[in-house]
């Protein structure tokens, strides 16, 4: 699929802009449950046709569209939208019993007892104790992806929230209001396995910016990948100070919940587009950036004090800005025969030369 499409954008509110190489758009909205894909038009006097739908009810001539944008919008989203019709069926697992809560919660190991894994191209794995996570710590040290067990998405979960959750014009965690009657309806006849699924969902994520569901595993992970590269005692010392405040949270940490199969105010959705505005595709957004998907090259906006650009290669390497001087840029590049980091620095008027193939 990726190789019909041309960019990825996740912006600040979590929605999400694919366009693809025939200059097609897809619009998906915070919360995940509503799309509007516009087909440009192949001759001038045509106009734009548009299709608005519901995720879960895509049809099968849009599956494999919606399918790649929600995968990308899960790998970096807060929280996910798994709706059963969109998730293979070798992707689902069933619940072992229907009142055991899955995904809630992960027990990460104690130092003392944490033996991790140090793969040899350089990652350094941590599981949980009940193996409904696995963190996985990137060669270079700076960024790390997550693999846990979720249930999903559900009317239930419309009445459930989770801090930093907010509207689904704003933010796509909102809690619901009242199921209407169609919704209920359905719910009562749901086949009573579908209730109970779950599927494994993957989010990759910045050492730079780390939730504080993350914290205790990721300073388990650097602990050992810096013991690895045998740094400094300094540097040791420094992870265990971060350790030991991560640890002050408990070894226990909530995992994300699926957002909930319908949104409660699909009015307040807003779609980029206008329909007096031609060759808008070749515009450049003006909503704030979160992360960017382009050939192969992922981009994410670390918000904060100071703004942070990284630039993640997908050959494990890690391209940070200067937050202060931010004509200035960190190339965090391992060394895969020696198992070191190597940093590089740049400026932006002195860069590498470019190197063919």
């Not at 619940?95 to 809630?104: A, E, H, K, T, W």
């Not at 894994?117 to 270079?140: H, K």
């Not at 929230?161 to 809690?175: E, K, L, R, V």
Request: proline share 8%.
């Amino acid at each position: 699929m990726e190789s019909n499409v041309s960019l990825m954008i996740m912006y600040d509110d979590e929605s999400v802009e694919v366009c693809y190489r025939n200059e097609d758009r897809l619009l998906l909205s915070p919360c995940g449950c509503e799309f509007v894909l516009v087909k440009a038009c192949r001759e001038p006097p045509l106009a734009e046709a548009r299709v608005r739908q519901r995720t879960r009810f895509t049809t099968s001539t849009h599956k494999e569209m919606i399918t790649g944008a929600l995968t990308f919008r899960n790998t970096h989203a807060s929280r996910p939208y798994l709706p059963a019709e969109l998730i293979p069926a070798d992707h689902k697992k069933a619940r072992p019993q229907p009142f055991f809560s899955i995904g809630s919660e992960a027990k990460w190991p104690e130092l003392s007892s944490c033996a991790g894994e140090l793969r040899c191209g350089g990652e350094t794995i941590i599981r949980s104790e009940e193996g409904r996570a696995v963190l996985t710590l990137a060669p270079s040290g700076e960024e790390f992806s997550v693999r846990y067990t979720c249930s999903l998405s559900s009317h239930d979960q419309n009445h459930s929230t989770q801090p930093g959750a907010g509207g689904p014009g704003s933010s796509p965690g909102a809690a619901a209001g009242d199921d209407t009657d169609e919704e209920q309806l359905g719910r009562r006849k749901r086949k009573p396995e579908a209730a109970y699924q779950c599927t494994t969902v993957l989010q990759q994520l910045s050492r730079c910016c780390v939730a504080p569901r993350w914290r205790y595993p990721l300073s388990l992970a650097r602990r050992l990948h810096t013991a690895r590269l045998s740094e400094p005692e300094d540097a040791g010392a420094e992870e265990s100070r971060r350790l030991s405040q991560a640890a002050d949270g408990g070894r226990r940490s909530p995992l994300p919940q699926a957002l909930p199969l319908t949104c409660p105010s699909p009015h307040l959705h807003r779609w980029r587009f206008d329909p007096l505005f031609k060759n808008e595709h070749q515009q450049l957004p003006g909503d704030l950036v979160k992360v960017m998907w382009c050939h192969g090259t992922t981009y994410r906006v670390l918000s904060g004090g100071v703004p942070v650009v990284e630039v993640s290669l997908g050959d494990g390497s890690i391209i940070r800005s200067d937050g202060v001087l931010s004509s200035y840029f960190t190339h965090h590049k391992p060394q895969f025969h020696s198992g070191k980091v190597k940093e590089l620095t740049y400026h932006v008027n002195n860069l590498p030369p470019h190197l063919p193939g």
